[in-house]
């Protein structure tokens, strides 16, 4: 059947989804000659790899565009969507921290890792978030933005010191915030002339004073902001800003490093190893555009493979260059010589780790008489003799846990006598009729954590919502070890604990313990710290503290007239739902 539709396929630049057998797109690319792209998957040898992806092909489908740009971008949206298991995907999992000057009337400077990248005041990335605070607490002495979150009705120590405007009892205008802002992009941009000036004039002007403690940390600052901005033996005298990508690659494997470069030196360094099939350049598109559009874009950017990166020109208007000498050369073969470095190191530990992964889910798969589950969601429950009941559902994909689909749920069943079932029950029927809902996906095998019950637990709520999901239950010994696995028809396979699938099931059924576990000491850590006041219609976080910096106990609360209340300017309905409950005999929780 494929042959057939490859003889229909078009000369066209386009777009390509590869379908498995159930439907499922496991990879999407794009190409300026679509016949001639598609048709080099399905003839000639290929590598184990690329092999492997080709059998688990049932079928393609192809959107065809004028331009190859235009089908690069609709690949990216595709695979944004549907997240192809076999395409490059930017892991969530790693971010950097950046320094911002807020976008508000009164703005103040934060550490962030949610970036808007629409602010001009937004500077960095850091190495890592150390760094970026001690930086900022450097631009907290030097420059007198606000501090607090919610401006205060009087002004704080930061004011008497000199390092806040205190706008909650002065008017600031823009003009003045202007001034401040741009004395902060100057320094953050390496010019700190001015400021340490400054600082060393008010060193002496102390010293003469006799005010030695004044002029030590005068002294202190103007060493910090020195060992902040010291110079790199490779500098760029311009200080542009601008990112330098090195791109290596080996015959299953491509490595990317790159290099922030501010202020014309290098802030902070990502690299990112992975395989790739038939051709290096999609992956490498497709990483450096997912990033692109999480991250600001430079002024400019410094490559040795110009030609794997010249779409990002049209799609982002940056400049691309692939320097051949002086500095910005020096600084590319630098970078260069890390990627060799990092495809050296992580090609052996990437391939084993393929071996594990697919090879444990293959395992898992002929077990228990399924599809490969690529896609695996397992359950854990977690209850204290039948309070603060929780469940924790774990995601892993290919193998690898995906925590930013990980998902917490608080339970209504709190009998002690139900045991796990009822609350098995009340889980998967939450997360299995949401799905049906809101049309999402199905997983290709579900884990619940437990025997014989939890699982005909599961395979009623399964029923019930008329799904047919593979299903299993793992089993922990005496020891509380994963020990065995039960099928949906309660057949028991013992588990070989050399095994890549025992590891693999161990890490799940651990991972789902340990996320139903952490979530249930916090419920129990807020309970314990609960008060009767949380019960009370009316009475939030800011009335709660309220009225306990003021009457200091429940039992003064009960004492406490209308009047006492009413002077604490909490509304009259809520001051009657207080004492109504209040003196109800609510035990006292102080």
């Known amino acids: 059947m494929i042959k057939e539709t490859l003889a229909l396929v078009p000369t066209s630049p386009g777009c390509y989804q590869m379908i498995d057998a159930h439907g499922n797109i496991i990879y999407v690319g794009k190409a300026k000659n679509l016949k001639n792209r598609l048709t080099t998957y399905f003839t000639g040898s290929h590598d184990y790899k690329t092999t492997k992806m080709i059998q688990n092909i049932e079928r393609f489908e192809y959107i065809v565009t004028h331009t ?55 500077y960095g990335p850091y190495p890592n978030v150390k760094a970026a605070r ?4 450097l631009l907290h002495k030097l420059y007198p933005l606000r501090k607090c979150h919610k ?29 401040i802002q741009k004395a902060i992009h100057d320094f953050l941009k390496g010019n700190t002339t001015p400021i340490i000036k400054q ?11 006799l005010e030695f403690e004044r002029a030590q940390e005068y002294k202190i600052t103007i060493e910090a902001i020195q060992t902040t901005t010291q110079q790199q033996s ?22 990317l490093e790159t290099f922030f470069i501010r202020n014309g030196k290098i802030s902070a360094h990502d690299k990112k190893v992975f395989a790739y099939y038939l051709d290096a350049e999609s992956p490498v598109l497709e990483y450096c555009i997912q990033f692109y ?104 994909k290919n193998a690898i846990p995906s925590k930013k689909d990980y998902r917490k749920y608080k339970l209504s069943t709190n009998t002690p006598q139900s045991g796990d079932t009822d609350q098995m029950k009340e889980v998967l029927y ?74 693999l099931l161990a890490q799940v059924q651990e991972e789902a313990h340990r996320f139903a576990i952490t979530f249930h000491k916090e419920l129990r850590h807020k309970g314990i710290y609960s008060t009767v006041l949380d019960r009370i219609p009316g009475v939030g976080e800011t009335t709660k503290k309220k009225l306990l910096h003021h009457f200091k106990t429940i039992e003064a609360m009960k004492k406490a007239s209308y009047d006492d209340f009413k002077a604490l300017k909490i509304p009259n309905q809520t001051i009657l739902n207080i004492q109504k409950t209040l003196h109800k005999g609510a035990p006292d929780d102080d």
């Open 68 to 122: 190859e740009i235009e089908a690069l971008i609709l690949e990216i949206d595709l695979i944004k969507k549907y997240q192809p298991r076999y395409n490059v995907l930017l892991t969530d999992d790693k971010s950097y921290p950046y320094i911002e000057i807020t976008q508000e009337r009164h703005p103040k400077l934060i550490v962030t890792r949610t970036l808007n990248k629409t602010n001009k005041h937004l």
């Open 134 to 137: 001690e930086t900022l607490n």
């Open 151 to 179: 401006l205060p009705k009087q002004p704080c120590l930061y004011y008497y010191i000199d390092q806040c405007l205190a706008p909650c009892i002065h008017k600031v205008t823009p003009h003045d915030y202007h001034s």
């Open 199 to 209: 600082l060393k004039d008010k060193m002496l002007d102390a010293s003469e004073k």
């Open 234 to 255: 490779v500098t760029l005298d311009d200080l542009k800003d601008r990112d330098l990508i090195a791109i290596i690659n080996d015959a299953e494997h491509i490595a």
């Open 293 to 396: 559009q999480n991250y600001p874009l430079p002024s400019e950017i410094l490559t040795n493979q110009p030609h794997l990166l010249d779409p990002l020109k049209t799609l982002f208007q940056v400049e691309l260059k692939h320097p051949q000498r002086g500095p910005k050369r020096k600084l590319l073969e630098l970078a260069l010589l890390n990627a060799k470095q990092s495809l050296s190191e992580a090609t052996q530990t990437l391939k084993k780790q393929s071996e594990k992964t697919f090879g444990a889910l293959d395992e898992l798969a002929e077990l228990l008489g399924i599809p490969t589950p690529y896609h695996i969601e397992a359950f854990d429950n977690s209850h204290l003799f039948g309070t603060y009941p929780v469940s924790s559902l774990v995601v892993f």
């Open 430 to 503: 939450r997360r299995y009729q949401r799905l049906l809902y809101e049309n999402q996906k199905a997983p290709d095998l579900i884990l619940v954590d437990g025997g014989i019950h939890q699982l005909n637990a599961a395979k009623a709520i399964l029923k019930e919502l008329n799904l047919t999901i593979p299903l299993a239950g793992i089993v922990k010994s005496d020891k509380h070890k994963t020990s065995h696995l039960i099928d949906q028809t309660d057949n028991a396979f013992q588990l070989n604990p050399h095994s890549k699938l025992f590891h």
